[in-house]
């Protein structure tokens, strides 16, 4: 099988091509374009989507070319339906369904989110996972159980990822922050007391977000970038801890863009040793969004389902992934 | 002594306290956290344990006895429940503690405790009666949004690890805690527990 998958939620277009034999999948090629929004700024959907429209063709063009397939190759398209910021949905939504209408291909609508979690199993061989999902939009502890993903933690308010970028957006960085962070906190070990909030398997981020603006405003940003990042992370650690004490599960995966976070890694995979648990965590260049988390869900999809009339390949723009059913 | 149980946040090991059984629970360190941060957090969450553990049992909610409380190594030793948590229960006796269950939250939130950790694995049943356990997390609160917070949490957990009978269950939950807190502040608490599901990330927006 051989399937393509465009990703197009929010600040990333990108088209992936993956070849599917089995269980195992190759992947041919995963074209990506970023949208950088300017300093101190955030994701504005009309701009990102704009971004979007200028970039597709040529990034479709390049992944076909990369893969050295022709759309006539194609046994299926799949495009992140959701959840994700409207306009930019509507793009990939759109490239998909000329693609199926006019090469007569089935097409399949994927939630993005269980899109990081089945391209996380496949590049790293975790069998039956907690799951750590952590990036600008998600910030969740999930297991596998009676064909859905439950929920088992969750930010009640923001996620790691806003708390990083809006952060790093009031000290003049520019989206994502992430890395940036990371860099400047190596610079300090000085702690400043913050607002830790752990309810339960749950965690809030909001407070800890203004209370480190004002550190930095009064302080060092060194210091304040550092005492963010050890307050954060300690706080999913904790929540992790709880999670894989209560599921018993004895493998740990994160997945998302804020898994690229070397010092986040670093906690857990020692909170996992302290369980005996296994650690996974997706390799950097397949944390962030890309085509290939879509592409090979649409495939892993196409097991036990036709694609869906053109009429219902749309996008939703709030869609939570413990909500799908999954039967493949 | 005989390590029981390594749990989120501390461990658990079987000891004694004259002559009879007793459980150390002892929460060390965790090398990965900053460690100003660790030795605050295990400090304050010993203190507020051992205090509330103690506080409950005056308005007839049972809990393990507190023997001795160690701030140095952040460690209590108290009564051993040689119960079984609920979570570990068949599914039916699961749907009808649940009723109990939720007497047993409203008489805490009644009496201004939340306990922060409303998970099933912290109810122990043990001779016909249900002990909370773990109030590492328990906050003085009258506050309804607390309240509210701790009956989200046992709600996700049905839905999560319970998934099968979440329905009946948590059916049962709020039919005991409205039972005790009365029905208007129970639509006020199930409002706000609602309120915070929809700021949730990508919650279904009515």
Request: hydrophobic share 40%.
């Amino acid at each position: 099988m051989l399937g393509l998958g465009i990703e197009s939620t929010a600040h990333t277009f990108s088209c992936a091509a993956i070849e599917k034999r089995g269980r195992k999948g190759r992947i041919l090629s995963d074209v990506r374009k970023i949208f950088r929004p300017d300093k101190g700024k955030g994701i504005h959907p009309r701009e990102a989507s704009r971004h979007h429209v200028e970039n597709s063709p040529a990034v479709l063009s390049q992944c076909l070319k990369e893969a050295g397939i022709s759309i006539k190759d194609l046994d299926l398209v799949s495009y992140a339906a959701g959840p994700g910021l409207g306009p930019c949905l509507r793009v990939g939504a759109v490239v998909a369904r000329s693609l199926a209408s006019f090469y007569k291909i089935p097409i399949y609508p994927v939630n993005h989110a269980i899109g990081h979690i089945e391209l996380g199993k496949l590049l790293t061989g975790a069998a039956n996972p907690l799951v750590l999902l952590v990036s600008g939009g998600h910030t969740m502890l999930l297991a596998f159980l009676n064909r859905q993903w439950r929920v088992f933690g969750e930010t009640l308010d923001i996620t790691l990822g806003q708390l990083l970028d809006q952060f790093g957006r009031s000290i003049g960085f520019a989206s994502p922050c992430g890395k940036n962070i990371e860099a400047l906190a190596l610079s300090s070990s000085r702690y400043v007391a913050l607002p830790y909030s752990v309810k339960g398997n749950d965690v809030s981020f909001s407070g800890l977000l203004s209370a480190t603006k004002s550190a930095a405003a009064k302080g060092n940003l060194a210091d304040a970038c550092y005492s963010l990042q050890e307050t954060a992370f300690a706080m999913i650690s904790e929540a992790v801890e709880r999670a894989l004490s209560f599921t018993g599960k004895k493998e740990l995966m994160i997945v998302g863009g804020v898994a690229a976070n070397k010092r986040l890694s670093a906690m857990l995979k020692e909170a996992c040793r302290r369980h005996g648990c296994n650690f996974f965590v997706v390799p950097i260049r397949y944390a962030g969004d890309c085509g290939s988390q879509i592409c090979w869900t649409g495939l892993l999809e196409s097991q036990v389902k036709p694609g869906v009339p053109i009429k219902d390949a749309f996008v939703t723009q709030s869609w939570r992934l413990d909500s799908v059913r999954v039967d493949y | 002594m005989k390590l029981l149980k390594r749990g989120a946040e501390s461990e658990i090991y079987q000891a004694t306290w004259n002559d009879s059984n007793a459980i150390l629970k002892i929460r060390t360190p965790k090398p990965y956290r900053n460690s100003t941060l660790d030795s605050r957090i295990r400090r304050h969450r010993t203190i507020r344990e051992a205090q509330m553990i103690s506080r409950v049992k005056s308005f007839g909610v049972p809990s393990p006895l507190v023997y001795f409380v160690n701030i140095g190594d952040s460690s209590i030793l108290m009564q051993e429940i040689p119960g079984t948590p609920v979570h570990d229960l068949p599914d039916s006796k699961i749907i009808k503690l649940s009723e109990d269950i939720g007497r047993l939250v409203a008489t805490l939130h009644k009496n201004g405790i939340m306990h922060g950790d409303l998970t099933t694995s912290n109810f122990i049943f043990y001779r016909d009666r249900i002990y909370i356990i773990d109030f590492g997390l328990s906050q003085n609160s009258i506050k309804p949004e607390d309240h509210a917070v701790d009956l989200r949490l046992i709600k996700e957990i049905l839905n999560s690890a319970h998934a099968q009978i979440m329905e009946s269950g948590w059916k049962n939950f709020l039919l005991g805690y409205k039972s005790i807190v009365g029905s208007s502040r129970h639509a006020q608490i199930l409002h706000l527990v609602s309120e915070i599901e929809g700021r949730g990330r990508y919650a279904t927006v009515v």
